[in-house]
């Protein structure tokens, strides 16, 4: 409450200044905007005088009488105007009056714009406070237990019979042998997949361990994605650790510089977060399911930042998938043209994706129509595809996964 009234107190010393200075100017300028005839002729008299004195055709003491006599009469004539209140001074009043009513305007207009896109009451933000409260928002936020509870419950990922059976037989194969690199790495991405990340992070812990100092930068990272699904993409203080441990290994590891500058955003820094981002985004490659995720914020962070920066046009093909319309003008074919349509249809969706990625609605339509031309093999490939393309979000992912499950599709 202080720092507000100091703040109106100084802005309102602050224009009655102004205003005065203005009022003062504008008022000057009134008294001079008209000056009484007769005193405009005894001006010109007197200046006349100077000019013949200087030319020569006037000598000394009479341009000195002259002087005096003109000099005489402007004095009685600029007292009979102000004693009469002549033209002079009526303008005098009137700029008076309408310097004070543009002043007030200029206040008035002044305090309506502020409080329309202003921020009465706030207080004062410089740099430096900002940043302490983006440090004091790093180093308090919330852990991954506190994060997960603050998460409301999903419902479990629906599963196919199919897949459900496979996921039983690759839990009994990794128990009998717990030592099976391929089976553990297998077992965290599906079990991630279905939303069990409890069970994720426990085959992920036993991977890492049995790998020791040979574990890859991946398989570190992989610890981290799986704590950012759980947490529901937040980055937790345990994430960022993973994410660290992979920076060491590999200090160029694209998705590890991608989630670091995620970090950054949530904690309050877009200014590192574009100074991650960017290069990164310019690196390539366009497809690149890093690339994807920061092309959607990018610009939203360079804005926070304060930086100037225009996203670059994306590189590649836009083909589209069979829509609902495609395939309600299919039903009128023939067997054979019907399926040769849908068949074109989906192997354009599916060179698209395979070859440049794209957006987790197209990656579930693929599944979709792909299960209904009962092509599992192109199914499983199509869905691995979608594990790289789409490893930076595991929420898209999460629903690519279900959309195959449902297909049959098993991993």
């Not at 955003?265 to 690196?283: I, K, M, N, T, Y």
């Amino acid at each position: 409450m202080m720092d507000q009234w100091l703040f109106w107190a100084v802005a309102a010393a602050l224009a009655a200044v102004v205003a005065a200075i203005l009022v003062q100017a504008l008022r000057r300028g009134a008294e001079t905007a008209v000056e009484h005839p007769d005193l405009k002729v005894y001006r010109d008299q007197l200046a006349e005088v100077d000019r013949d004195l200087a030319r020569g055709t006037l000598a000394a003491d009479e341009a000195q009488r002259l002087r005096v006599e003109v000099s005489r009469r402007l004095l009685e004539a600029d007292r009979a105007v102000q004693k009469a209140g002549g033209p002079g001074a009526r303008t005098d009043r009137r700029g008076l009056v309408l310097a004070v009513g543009f002043v007030l305007i200029v206040l008035a207009g002044a305090l309506w714009l502020y409080n329309r896109i202003g921020a009465p009451g706030y207080p004062d933000l410089p740099l430096a406070l900002r940043l302490d409260m983006a440090e004091d928002a790093y180093k308090t936020r919330p852990s991954q237990a506190e994060a997960v509870a603050a998460v409301p419950a999903a419902p479990a990922a629906p599963a196919g019979a199919e897949f459900a059976a496979l996921m039983d037989k690759l839990r009994a194969a990794v128990a009998a042998r717990p030592e099976d690199v391929t089976g553990l790495e297998l077992l965290a991405r599906n079990e991630s997949a279905l939303g069990n990340f409890d069970a994720a992070l426990a085959a992920q812990t036993r991977l890492l361990d049995v790998q020791g100092d040979a574990a890859t930068a991946d398989q570190q990272l992989m610890m981290a994605e799986i704590l950012i699904a759980q947490a529901g993409g937040y980055v937790s203080p345990e994430a960022e650790g993973w994410i660290i441990r992979t920076l060491e290994q590999d200090p160029q590891h694209p998705m590890a510089r991608y989630l670091s500058g995620l970090m950054f955003a949530q904690v309050g820094r877009p200014d590192r977060s574009f100074a991650l981002w960017q290069p990164l985004l310019a690196e390539g490659p366009a497809e690149a399911p890093w690339a994807q995720a920061i092309r959607t914020d990018i610009q939203a962070v360079a804005e926070q930042a304060g930086i100037r920066f225009s996203l670059p046009d994306a590189k590649g093909p836009d083909l589209q998938g069979p829509s609902a319309a495609d395939m309600a003008a299919a039903s009128d074919m023939s067997a054979a043209d019907r399926q040769a349509m849908i068949e074109g249809m989906v192997g354009q969706l599916e060179a698209r994706l395979m070859s440049d990625g794209g957006p987790v609605e197209d990656w579930v339509k693929l599944m979709g129509v792909l299960g209904v031309l009962a092509q599992p093999d192109r199914g499983r490939a199509a869905l691995a595809a979608a594990e790289q393309a789409l490893a930076a979000d595991p929420a898209a992912l999460a629903e690519v996964r279900t959309a195959a499950a449902a297909a049959g599709f098993a991993p």
